[in-house]
């Protein structure tokens, strides 16, 4: 109750607090929200108390509960870094290093600044708001790769997002789950010829259609998550439940606070996320890694790290429901929403991006689709299935470790000339 009336102080609004029932975190904390918060500290406020002018006490408040109320307060660090090594001209794999690093944190105070304007808003608003960020550097950097014309980048980092949170993120937390429970056996709740010119003209005709059939897919999904079958995705939270704060049952900043710092957060995603699409191709140079490896494997691994962590925290404490929550939600989500989405601005762009896959890319879905299905399919776990899933990322990285596939002719804006062969990825 003193941390909601703190809150109040800082803000000293006209926007009341709802009540307890009508919060977020009561109404239906999902799984999302309770894995990002695993890596919240809490900030002692006791030298920011002392401060006697209010708009300076409550500012300060506000920067230290944004900037350090997070475990991984030390990587904001890299953020001022990576904007001195581009405006420094420093070499270009630095300032994608540097930018990839500094998106890590800025995805969690994402979801934390997202859970904190749900405070105010109630499960529904809430929810919505947190499907729209959910993603929001995955979605941010594909469009920011549409506008630099490069298609192939934003198929293969959304492709790997899907395997990483398939393979890679499930992979782990079941591992891990199961080394850290390994007298025991874990349990979850259990959740499916013409012309090459005119196949060319179907396909992305095809795609565009089967885009829109998504986002009405995604829109019912939400609407039975958020509305009618509620009760289906509330986190299961017992009555002496210690993981959770139980300051996290009240907000720590204002409404408007919490949307202005929101504000700020997804422009530094972005700038940042314009440095990674504009310095991929170099670092791909320098560090003798393919484009659609570093699209794959680096970026989704790095740009979500705090997310996966979190799952992995709460499968180390035998909670696999939230962690299976994280891994198939965020899944879900890019391939309903982020994919779907990104195909409508190409093509409000007038860029031609279908969803044609080439033969190791749909292998590579497909095996992970089957693998986590047959995973999941008795609603109970142990170490070595988490071990297959993480084996089988192995197999599909080292594939696109090897595997360099041609770009498109139109793609980065590179066409092929007499002597001079396509750039490969």
Not at 144 to 158: E, I, P, R, T
Not at 369 to 394: E, M, N, P, R
Request: proline share 2%; aromatic share 10%.
């Amino acid at each position: 109750m003193a941390a909601s009336h703190e809150a109040w102080l800082l803000e000293n609004g006209n926007i009341k607090v709802l009540s307890k029932e009508m919060r977020y975190a009561s109404a239906g904390r999902t799984a999302h929200n309770m894995s990002s918060s695993s890596l919240r500290k809490k900030s002692d406020r006791s030298l920011v108390s002392k401060v006697r002018v209010g708009f300076l006490r409550a500012f300060l408040g506000n920067l230290q509960e944004v900037l350090l109320g997070t475990k991984l307060s030390l990587l904001f660090l890299a953020i001022p870094m990576a904007i001195v090594a581009k405006y420094r001209n420093y070499a270009s794999a630095w300032v994608f290093a540097l930018s990839l690093l500094g998106l890590t944190p800025l995805a969690e105070r994402v979801s934390f600044l997202t859970e904190q304007i749900a405070f105010y808003t109630g499960p529904t608003v809430g929810g919505l708001l947190n499907a729209t960020c959910g993603n929001a550097t995955e979605l941010i950097i594909s469009i920011l790769a549409l506008v630099q014309h490069k298609v192939d980048v934003v198929k293969y980092s959304l492709l790997g997002s899907i395997l990483s949170n398939l393979l890679l993120v499930l992979g782990t937390s079941l591992f891990c789950g199961g080394i850290a429970n390994i007298s025991k056996e874990q349990n979850f709740d259990r959740f499916a010829g013409k012309s090459p010119e005119l196949t060319a003209v179907g396909t992305l005709q095809l795609s565009r259609a089967s885009c829109i059939v998504m986002l009405i897919a995604y829109i019912a999904y939400l609407v039975f998550q958020l509305w009618t079958h509620r009760q289906f995705f509330e986190a299961d939270e017992g009555d002496d439940d210690d993981d959770v704060a139980s300051d996290d049952e009240s907000p720590v900043i204002g409404f408007w606070s919490g949307f202005i710092w929101l504000v700020l957060m997804t422009g530094v995603v972005a700038l940042l996320s314009e440095y990674v699409v504009a310095t991929i191709e170099a670092a791909s140079d320098s560090w003798g890694l393919s484009v659609s490896f570093i699209s794959v494997i680096l970026l989704p691994i790095v740009g979500n790290a705090a997310e996966h962590a979190g799952a992995i925290i709460f499968a180390f404490k035998n909670k696999l429901d939230i962690s299976l929550g994280v891994a198939l939600g965020s899944a879900t989500q890019i391939a309903l929403f982020v994919v779907p989405l990104s195909v409508i601005v190409a093509w409000i762009m007038g860029i031609n991006m279908d969803l044609d896959l080439n033969l190791l890319e749909t292998s590579a879905l497909a095996l992970s689709i089957l693998v986590t299905a047959f995973t999941l399919q008795d609603g109970t776990s142990h170490y070595i299935k988490g071990l297959v899933l993480l084996l089988c990322y192995v197999i599909i990285g080292a594939c696109f470790f090897v595997f360099r596939a041609p770009l498109n002719s139109n793609d980065l804006g590179l066409k092929s000339s007499p002597g001079q062969g396509i750039m490969r990825v």
